[in-house]
């Protein structure tokens, strides 16, 4: 029994050899056969090493020529899907729909200020940086289409969406967003009068940045829900609050610090941000891909207004 269990390793080894002689000879590189492993093959693998290394061979795989059914079948079967890489449109979108919101909200503050605006009472600016705040989102050519809290249930974010367990009620996000616009409000009425009157100036074009980061971040997360994308944007707006701090400050340093709080909040979104990214399976890549069906189409300014 011994010698037929040898000859028998014999012959494999020497057909396997012949094989993979054959597929060179044919320009085809030898393929290993995907097996699932089990106790079993286990098994007859050590026994079959054993007995060919007993007569001075080494074991040579069992090779198989390829074939295009098979490739295609061991890809779907065994392989990752491929990814359809980045799609450049969305960001070249994102890119443009933020640099053109700032442009407009900066040429009407340039406009104001031309029309004089620097001659009335400091309360007319209170209104202005209250609608800046509450609505910067109109000059956005971006889907900024905020969370709808009753299809959410409450939640902070919509009910497939998994989120930690230290996630704020939903009823927390309304009360908290509306004291940083207060705060804001107060803060770049300060700035201004301290600053000249003017509103097309460094520190209020600080928080205007800062705002429409701000409504393309709320576009990615809400609109287009790629998590991936909003975690990696959203350090673009924490980055952009500390700089709107950092330019407060060197006009009025109690201005800076009623701001301050804006930046502590976006810290803590950044981290829960980042929290619910990596809950969410499968996890989703920090750019926006190919073929997603996630992107949204631009649309014109003021097209939303109440939204």
């Not at 804006?262 to 920090?286: C, D, F, K, M, Y």
């Amino acid at each position: 029994m011994a010698r037929t269990f040898l000859g028998a390793a014999l012959c494999l080894a020497a057909l396997g050899s012949a094989d993979a002689f054959t597929s060179r000879a044919v320009g085809l590189r030898p393929t290993p056969m995907p097996v699932r492993s089990s106790p079993v093959v286990q098994a007859l693998g050590s026994a079959d090493a054993v007995a060919l290394r007993a007569v001075g061979l080494r074991p040579a795989p069992i090779l198989v020529r390829s074939s295009p059914a098979m490739a295609s079948q061991v890809q779907l079967s065994d392989a990752a899907p491929a990814s359809g890489g980045v799609e450049w449109g969305s960001i070249a979108k994102y890119t443009f729909a933020t640099g053109l919101q700032f442009a407009m909200i900066a040429a009407a503050l340039a406009g104001l200020d031309r029309a004089g605006f620097a001659q009335l009472p400091t309360a007319c600016a209170v209104p202005l940086f209250a609608f800046l705040g509450l609505r910067s989102r109109v000059f956005s050519s971006l889907d900024n289409r905020r969370p709808d809290r009753k299809a959410q249930e409450g939640g902070a974010t919509p009910t497939d969406v998994k989120r930690p367990s230290w996630t704020p009620p939903g009823i927390a996000f309304p009360i908290i967003w509306s004291t940083i616009t207060l705060l804001r409000t107060i803060s770049a009425t300060m700035v201004f009068a301290a600053n000249g009157r003017v509103l097309c100036s460094a520190p209020i074009l600080a928080l205007v940045s800062h705002l429409v980061c701000g409504d393309t971040w709320n576009s990615i997360t809400n609109a287009e829900r790629r998590l991936g994308v909003s975690f990696a944007f959203v350090f673009a707006v924490f980055g952009s609050a500390c700089y709107a701090v950092y330019e407060f400050s060197k006009v009025k340093q109690l201005a800076a610090y009623i701001l301050l709080p804006n930046a502590v909040w976006i810290s803590i979104a950044t981290v829960l941000t980042g929290a619910i990214w990596r809950i969410n399976e499968p996890v989703q890549p920090l750019l926006p891909a190919r073929g997603d069906g996630k992107a949204a189409r631009l649309r014109l300014p003021f097209t939303s207004f109440s939204k």
